[in-house]
Every structure is written in C-alpha cells, then in structure tokens.
C-alpha cells in the first residue's frame, strides 16, 4: 500500500526530445508528490513538485502531470539535454506521517548528443 | 535556498570500528531529520526519522542498536554506524525537513556519505 512504482528503469532519449518517466501509487493518502534528480555519488536534489489538488505543475522544462483518478504521475523533460543524464526518483509523502517519503525505484536516464 | 551538509563525505574504517556521520542544516532549523542508506543502482531506503530533543523512529528491519542516531539541536543529526561490517559499506544521505511554512513536506538532501568497511 506504501509502494511507489516507477517505470521504466532505464531510458535513452535523444538530445532535444521529450524524456518520460511514469509513477503509479496505491495509498490515496498520499498528498505530496515530489522529483528527484540525483547524479553519480551526490545525495538528491529536488526537480519538482505537485499536490493532488493540481493536474500539472511546469517549471522550466520540466512537467509533472498528475491523474488522481489513475492514482498515477509522471515526469516529462522537454528538449532534453546531456546535462540531464542523471537518476530520477519519484516519490510520495503523506504530511500525517512526518512528510516520510516512500521512494519509487529510480530511471536512469542517458541523453545522447 | 535551503543547503544540508555531511561530514566527512567518504570514510574507510576496519570491521568492528565505529563511524559517526554528521548532517547539519546550515540556513534553516530542521524539526525533522532523515537518515537513507542507498546501495549501487537502487533506490533510497529509509531508515529512520528523527525529530530534535526525541528519540529516532526506525523503520523496519533496521536495527537501532547498531544505527545510534542523535538530533541534538534544531541544526545536527548524527548517526553512528557501531562495529561496522563490510555488509554497511553503503552511501548514507541524510535530509532534513524544515518548520512548517512555504516548505510544505520539502525535504532538503545532504551531499551523502561513502562508507566502506574493510
């Protein structure tokens, strides 16, 4: 019920295209959805963020689009470029819980020049 | 905006030893500290919470006698890894959750600590 799925492991994109990431939850509690962007050997950062109350949120190149219906959210990074080559997490939180996040499994994503 | 810091960023200790690893807020107070532990190629694992002036809240199957955590203050966690095994070597990241405002659940990561046990 605390599971954060994501999908897909690993993801390679050409530099310029539109890189997709999808995470699927089971806990409707669940009322903060965050992005991480980690890079070899450093602790995450964070991208983004949405609440459920909102069906997208863009900041710069990157979108987070939101179906509360679905219980599924994902992550798309426009005109995507080598320097965003890193690891992705997404992950969710419940605020009853001490903001606690449950992590999905991380996307590996390459972008070639 | 909000910057977390670990010290030291990588150690190398004997089996049997213990390590202390620190996690500071620099410019904000932290109610709230996180400690994961994350393998090669896989996710976070969260492995305790603490808020300051109380005791550590571990999750399951983490064993609290050898990961000791301290928050004594609003800005430093420790926690200490007692007779280490090569089994811990891990990268440790610690994050930290300020008091409630804009920050809404907003986590900020510290930069992570490399342990290797020989």
């Known amino acids: 019920q605390q599971q954060v799925k994501q999908s897909p492991q690993s993801l390679i994109v050409q530099k310029g295209g539109i890189s997709i990431i999808n995470c699927a939850y089971e806990n409707t509690a669940f009322d903060y959805f965050p992005w991480y962007q980690q890079f070899p050997g450093k602790g995450p950062a964070l991208l983004i963020a949405i609440r459920p109350d909102v069906s997208e949120k863009k900041e710069g190149r990157f979108t987070i689009s939101f179906n509360k219906s679905a219980k599924q959210f994902s992550l798309h990074i426009m005109d995507s470029q080598p320097g965003d080559s890193a690891t992705y997490f997404c992950a969710a939180s419940f605020y009853n819980q001490g903001g606690k996040l449950i992590f999905g499994q991380g996307t590996e994503l390459s972008v070639k020049p | 905006g909000a910057v977390v810091s670990q010290h030291p960023s990588w150690v190398i200790c004997k089996s049997g030893t213990s390590v202390k690893i620190e996690c500071r807020s620099l410019?904000?107070?932290?109610?709230?500290m996180f400690w994961y532990r994350q393998f090669p190629k896989q996710s976070l694992m969260l492995m305790a919470t603490?808020?300051?002036?109380?005791?550590?809240?571990?999750e399951q199957g983490v064993e609290k006698d050898k990961f000791l955590i301290n928050h004594a203050s609003l800005t430093l966690s420790t926690l200490t890894v007692t007779s280490a095994h090569p089994e811990d070597s891990s990268f440790y990241i610690c994050s930290a959750r300020g008091l409630s405002g804009n920050s809404y659940n907003e986590q900020f990561f510290g930069p992570g600590t490399r342990l290797t046990v020989l």
């Open positions: 603490s808020n300051e002036g109380s005791k550590a809240t571990y």
């Open positions: 410019d904000f107070q932290a109610t709230t």
